[in-house]
């Protein structure tokens, strides 16, 4: 059973950075497809950003040029670098990871039900 723990999320103004980990334990990142998605009061969950076990990247294009995917494979640990922070990022942020893990353009990557394992969710907060 994989166990996936987010950290570093908070409180940040309009046009700050924040960087979301997240801890893989109980099998290696390098085989997973994992992603990040987030979910703000009264709206559904929506697809971030994902990345397969050959480090390709997709993101979602409200985030495109701002957002940066990434995982250290030695420290199974999944990373999302957010710069530019806009009021409408404000959300929780969840891992999630698949563990039928192909190249990204054979799953649909942004589904919340492509993926089997989450972890608890992350506040992110900006102030504009």
């Known amino acids: 059973q994989v166990q996936l723990v987010e950290s570093g999320g908070g409180s940040v103004q309009a046009g700050g950075s924040l960087r979301l980990s997240c801890a893989a334990s109980r099998y290696t990142s390098s085989s997973l497809c994992m992603g990040w998605f987030r979910q703000a009061p009264g709206k559904e969950r929506e697809g971030v950003a994902a990345i397969d076990r050959f480090a390709s990247t997709r993101s979602v294009d409200s985030v495109k040029g701002r957002f940066t995917i990434s995982q250290d494979n030695a420290n199974n640990t999944l990373y999302l670098q957010m710069n530019s922070l806009k009021p409408e990022d404000s959300a929780v942020y969840y891992c999630?990871?698949?563990?039928?893990?192909?190249?990204?353009?054979?799953?649909?990557?942004?589904?919340?039900?492509?993926?089997?394992?989450w972890g608890q969710g992350t506040q992110v907060t900006v102030s504009s």
């Open positions: 999630a990871a698949r563990g039928r893990c192909g190249a990204i353009n054979t799953y649909p990557w942004s589904e919340v039900w492509a993926y089997g394992y």
